[in-house]
């Protein structure tokens, strides 16, 4: 009986020692590329300048070179002096050239001062198209987004400066 415990445990052990090894490798590279980072800086604030309060109100529009025009002709005072120039807001961009970014720009932004609030639809504008969707391509060169608005002063609008700002956002894709 010793024999034959012996026996088996001696092929049970070959066995176990005999089996092969079955292993792969394989390697892997491990990189990174660093980009600019993307900026955004304000150029010019969008400005109406001077505006004739009236009985009918009506609106006021800023395009993306600054030039003025009103739905009433007597709603625009021909004098800008003592303000700052008319002018649309105009941001510099700059992103890495081959990547795309996003845009994020309020539709209408509100006007508060002496008297009622006023709305100001904002009409932005990408290296000088008209900005269509919340994509673009990054381009060699800073981009410029400027931003004009139609202005919509009420009937008998209070005297007075009216402000309020807006935050443009512009995010890697």
């Known amino acids: 009986m010793k024999k034959i415990t012996f026996i088996l445990l001696a092929l049970i052990s070959g066995t176990v020692f005999a089996q092969e090894t079955n292993t792969a490798t394989a390697n ?12 955004i800086d304000k150029d010019t604030d969008l400005n109406f300048g001077r505006i004739i309060g009236n009985a009918a109100g009506g609106n006021v529009s800023v395009d993306k070179d600054g030039d003025r025009t009103a739905t009433i002709n007597d709603l625009l005072d021909p004098s800008t002096a003592g303000t700052s120039a008319l002018s649309a807001a105009e941001f510099t961009i700059t992103a890495a050239n081959t990547y795309s970014y996003s845009i994020e720009i309020p539709e209408t932004v ?19 198209n008209a900005l269509s969707g919340a994509t673009v391509q990054g381009s060699e060169n800073a981009d410029v987004l ?22 443009v956002t512009v995010t890697y894709e």
């Open 28 to 39: 892997a590279t491990v990189g990174a590329e660093i980009i600019e980072p993307i900026t």
């Open 110 to 128: 509100t006007l508060t001062g002496a008297g009622e609030n006023m709305k100001v639809t904002l009409n932005p504008y990408y290296n000088d």
């Open 146 to 167: 400027k931003v004009g608005g139609v202005l919509e002063v009420g009937a008998n609008q209070g005297q007075g400066a009216y402000t309020t700002s807006f935050d």
